[in-house]
T-cell receptor
Framework: KAGVTQTPRYLIKTRGQQVTLSCSPISGHRSVSWYQQTPGQGLQFLFEYFSETQRNKGNFPGRFSGRQFSNSRSEMNVSTLELGDSALYLC?????????FGSGTRLTVV | KNEVEQSPQNLTAQEGEFITINCSYSVGISALHWLQQHPGGGIVSLFMLSSGKKKHGRLIATINIQEKHSSLHITASHPRDSAVYIC???????????WGAGTKLIIKP
């Protein structure tokens, strides 16, 4: 079966711009969670969606937002990009306790 | 203090050595994950444990719920085992995963 698909894989944006990342979960998985990974901070939880509703949210500013569609695909949006937003953004789809991760989107803000 | 602590942070060993990575947590959990991340970013789920011990090939994971501690062991280590190993726990109060900082393992030939 297809895995978790994240697009795009790589992205370069300019400070002040906004960006939208996409995550397509494994078929049948209704939960999608997003994580930011930076060399200094490790993996940080952004938010989790379940059946189109945000179920949990990490400690990130309001510039970071997300949504989930009726087909469980999820998007993450970062507005007014800052240099510190450069990171690997990972999403995971889950059912119960079973998690499957995407390959991530590497965002570079210049 | 972090809710999930891993040790060691970095580990370098020779090929063939027995490897142990530890994870201690301070919250009530319903399950614990061990994950592997290779350079380039992809994360692979190795084990999900709620009690006892699981084995997959050369990898063994154990958990002691009373002591709030889990270990990941690698037998007959190989350079391809070089990766970051991450422990993550499901809090039993919500669905959120709490992550450890990871252990960077390097196996030298």
């Amino acid at each position: 079966k297809a895995g978790v698909t994240q697009t795009p894989r790589y992205l370069i944006k300019t400070r002040g711009q906004q960006v939208t990342l996409s995550c397509s979960p494994i078929s049948g998985h209704r939960s999608v969670s997003w994580y930011q990974q930076t060399p200094g901070q490790g993996l940080q939880f952004l938010f989790e969606y379940f059946s189109e509703t945000q179920r949990n949210k990490g400690n990130f500013p309001g510039r970071f937002s997300g949504r989930q569609f009726s087909n469980s695909r999820s998007e993450m949006n970062v507005s007014t990009l800052e240099l510190g937003d450069s990171a690997l953004y990972l999403c995971a789809s889950s059912i119960g306790y079973g998690y499957t991760f995407g390959s991530g989107t590497r965002l570079t803000v210049v | 203090k972090n809710e999930v602590e891993q040790s060691p942070q970095n580990l370098t060993a020779q090929e063939g050595e027995f490897i142990t990575i530890n994870c201690s947590y301070s919250v009530g959990i319903s399950a614990l994950h061990w994950l592997q991340q290779h350079p380039g970013g992809g994360i692979v789920s190795l084990f999900m444990l709620s009690s006892g011990k699981k084995k997959h090939g050369r990898l063994i994971a154990t958990i002691n719920i009373q002591e709030k501690h889990s270990s990941l062991h690698i037998t007959a280590s190989h350079p391809r085992d070089s990766a970051v190993y991450i422990c993550a726990v499901h809090m039993d109060s919500n669905y959120q995963l709490i992550w450890g900082a990871g252990t960077k393992l390097i196996i030298k030939p």
